[in-house]
């Protein structure tokens, strides 16, 4: 089990360019979730999907921000364009059934100067 | 919907203290719940869960959490912590049959000092 992969570990970009993160779920999960961590805030799920399909996204900031998961192995997150408050650390975890625990990866943590 | 507090931000404890973490949660419905803990820049790990039946969970290292339906809490506690149990605590609860969408606390920072 190689666990929930996230990449990159560390961003650090200007604001106003474009965003990718990226995830890997465990295989044979079919639910996929992205958090966005604050010392403000905390913990704050942005979307999830369910087998490959958005279930809920209103944890989405504002248009700026996207997800997709084109297929069961592979999810990104995207800000465009990013700002300084868009600063966090993203989570990405998965699990495979509804009373199954979430997984979690390390984490990205991203740095919009 | 449902909701998580978690009544303590910060507890600081000696070595070989006992802890109790406390976590209180609001649902109209019946709930599953959670205990994560997160080290410095790791992601959440599962301490333990409570899905149905004993009310008393035991977690890994040595952690255990009761289920009060009456008072709606599910507090977090460890008999003797050590240095290592350092870390922030998470309590989160899912409704059981919505999905397995979590509602997180706050945190409570746990600091065990020599």
């Known amino acids: 089990d190689a666990g929930v992969i996230q990449s990159p570990r560390h961003e650090v970009t200007e604001m106003g360019q474009e965003v990718t993160l990226r995830c890997k779920p465990i295989?044979?999960?079919?639910?996929l979730f992205w958090y966005r961590q604050t010392m403000m805030r905390g913990l704050e799920l942005l979307i999830y999907?369910?087998?490959?399909?958005?279930?809920?996204d209103s944890g989405m900031p504002e248009d700026r921000f996207s997800a997709k998961m084109p297929n069961a192995s592979f999810s990104t997150l995207k800000i465009q364009p990013s700002e300084p408050r868009d600063s966090a650390v993203y989570f990405c975890?998965?699990?495979?059934?509804?009373?199954?625990?979430?997984?979690f990866g390390d984490g990205t943590r991203l740095s919009i100067l | 919907a449902q909701s998580v507090t978690q009544l303590d931000s910060q507890v600081p404890v000696f070595e070989e203290a006992p802890v109790e973490l406390r976590c209180n949660y609001s649902?109209?419905?019946?709930?599953?719940l959670f205990w994560y803990v997160q080290y410095p820049n790791q992601g959440l790990q599962l301490l333990l869960k409570?899905?149905?039946?004993?009310?008393l969970v035991k977690g890994i290292n040595g952690f255990e959490a009761e289920f009060n339906k009456s008072q709606t809490s599910f507090h977090l506690r460890k008999p003797s912590v050590h240095i290592s149990d350092t870390a922030e605590y998470f309590c989160?609860?899912?409704?059981?049959?919505?999905?397995?969408?979590?509602?997180f606390g706050e945190g409570t920072q746990l600091t065990v000092n020599p």
């Open positions: 975890a998965s699990t495979r059934e509804t009373i199954q625990p979430q997984h």
């Open positions: 999907f369910n087998n490959n399909v958005p279930i809920d």
């Open positions: 989160a609860v899912s409704e059981a049959a919505s999905g397995s969408r979590l509602t």
């Open positions: 409570y899905l149905s039946g004993s009310t």
């Open positions: 295989s044979g999960h079919n639910s």
């Open positions: 649902s109209s419905v019946s709930v599953y």
